[in-house]
């Protein structure tokens, strides 16, 4: 897994999730439901309430600017949870058969996040409130709030992690074609074998020369002399040929 692959299904994880941050949790959205009544305790509202998690303001209205900074601040610790986790999980996803484990890489970065922003929003929050006593339910209820947004909605960037792993994977398998050597299942060429070098200075044995069996001398002609063979090698005796007395020619 490539830091280029690991970094675009990070990409895609984050991208859903700070849609839902700027178009539901801004603070328009969130004082115009706020405007409505509506408890937050009841019916559909608990989900609702935790899809507001990421909410951040600009300006400060009925709030203090404490609760304002403590707030934006929370958020933004949350996205750089949310990328730092995104990649440790695209880390661990199988490169070719990762389809699922993207996915749920994606969840799980999202619910983890989710929980450490939380307690640290809680906490922060306890001092921008000058809650003094009795803090632990509300530490204990940022962090509920944090991870449940990512238990109910962390599928959103598992979905957009899957997508940044499929259309990397498409490139790679585009670049490297099929026969390639180094692709999984392919077996590099093996180079020919050379010859073995002789150390520097030391002759080449020779090579053996096939057997010629030694071809028959002609025979001399009848009456005549015979003619002495040359010495083969490795003082080997010549060949003596027989010799025949000559006949007497008839007188006239």
């Known amino acids: 897994m490539t830091m280029r692959r690991m970094l675009v299904m990070a990409g895609g994880a984050v991208v859903p999730i700070a849609l839902i941050s700027i178009l539901l949790g801004n603070q328009w959205v969130i004082d ?31 709030y203090a600017w404490k609760y304002v900074a403590v707030l934006d601040l929370g958020v933004l610790l949350f996205f750089v949870l949310l990328i730092l986790l995104a ?17 749920v890489a994606g969840w799980w970065a999202t619910v983890v996040a989710g929980g450490i922003a939380g307690f640290m929003t809680g906490i922060m929050l306890r001092w921008a409130l000058d809650i003094t006593s009795d803090s632990g339910p509300f530490i204990f209820g940022a962090v509920t709030r944090g991870a449940s947004f990512g238990f109910a909605y962390g599928w959103l960037a598992g979905l957009g992690m899957l997508l940044g792993f499929l259309m990397t994977r ?15 299942g392919q077996y590099a060429p093996q180079q020919p074998a050379m010859p073995a070098q002789q150390p520097y200075g030391q002759p080449a044995p020779q090579q053996a020369v096939p057997y010629v069996p030694q071809q028959a001398q002609p025979q001399q002609p009848w009456g005549g002399m015979p003619q002495q ?13 027989p010799q025949y007395p000559q006949q007497a020619q008839p007188q006239p």
């Open 32 to 62: 115009a439901i706020n405007d409505t009544g509506l408890h937050w305790d009841e019916g559909i509202a608990p989900p609702l309430y935790w899809l507001f998690f990421p909410a951040w303001r600009l300006t400060a209205g009925d």
């Open 87 to 103: 990649v440790a999980g695209a880390r661990a996803v199988d490169a070719q058969r990762g389809a699922i484990g993207a996915v």
């Open 170 to 184: 498409g490139r790679g398998a585009a670049v490297q074609q099929p026969g390639q050597p180094g692709q999984p």
């Open 229 to 241: 063979p040359v010495p083969q090698q490795y003082q080997q005796q010549p060949y003596q040929q």
